[in-house]
């Protein structure tokens, strides 16, 4: 806990005072804003929560919803992280993006535009303090606010984002539907196909093998084949 609060300790700090000189055609991740929820969303990774209470959702296919608190859909962002990555509000709002392969944390005003970008090594002492944020960050499956509750409720099938209010009352922000559904089917039945294609490989070397005999069990001598 000490070491997860001073990475968020040091990153209020850089939100702050380190910033990087940016032009403003610069566009990395190749990040398009999104004016409507991306219907296409895999797994939800984690969430986040701004000074405001606005609610953020990041995907594991690069795509990021932010919510108001009172559910309506805010803005969202679509880029290109190449690899895993990790997201989280800075003191002010802009919504950061730390990807496993890159160099740079990448920070982004609600329009898409780049306000700062940050060295990881100005923002991690050491490769364990790196693997520490990036875990704990994957794991933000609930944020407890003033009055509620941010939470994801999952199965193996269905994931929801609720707001759960001290006297019980929901809000559902982010429902997966079947999507996921969906996606569990396509995954199992790639298992299974290549689960075959494996074993009709085994088959036919068994096969192959059978089909050899050696004389006076010597390896140089003629081989029956079958007809």
């Known amino acids: 806990m000490k ?132 875990y704990n960050r994957q794991k933000s499956q609930k944020v407890e606010c003033e009055g509620f509750t941010y939470v994801f409720r999952k199965s193996f099938w269905h994931k929801q984002l609720v707001k759960v209010m001290d006297d019980g009352t929901e809000i559902v922000f982010y429902d997966s539907g079947v999507s996921q559904i969906i996606l569990l089917l396509v995954i199992i039945v790639g298992l299974l196909l290549l689960f075959t294609l494996g074993f009709v490989v085994i088959i036919k070397r068994m096969l192959r093998q059978n089909r050899e005999y050696y004389l006076n069990g010597e390896p140089d001598t003629v081989k029956l084949k079958w007809k």
């Open 3 to 134: 070491i997860l609060a001073r990475i968020f300790f040091s990153m209020f700090i850089l939100s702050i005072f380190t910033i990087t000189t940016v032009s403003a055609q610069e566009k990395p991740l190749d990040l398009v804003k999104l004016d409507e929820e991306y219907e296409a969303t895999l797994f939800a990774v984690g969430i986040m929560v701004d000074r405001n209470d606005n609610v953020g959702i990041y995907f594991d296919n690069d795509v990021i919803h932010v919510y108001h608190p009172d559910g309506t859909f805010y803005y969202g962002f679509r880029f290109n992280a190449k690899g895993s990555y990790v997201s989280d509000f800075d003191a002010v709002g802009n919504v950061m993006i730390a990807g496993a392969r890159q160099d740079n944390i990448y920070c982004f005003n609600p329009d898409g535009d780049l306000v700062r970008k940050t060295p990881k090594e100005a923002m991690f002492f050491n490769y364990e303090e790196e693997s520490d944020y990036f």
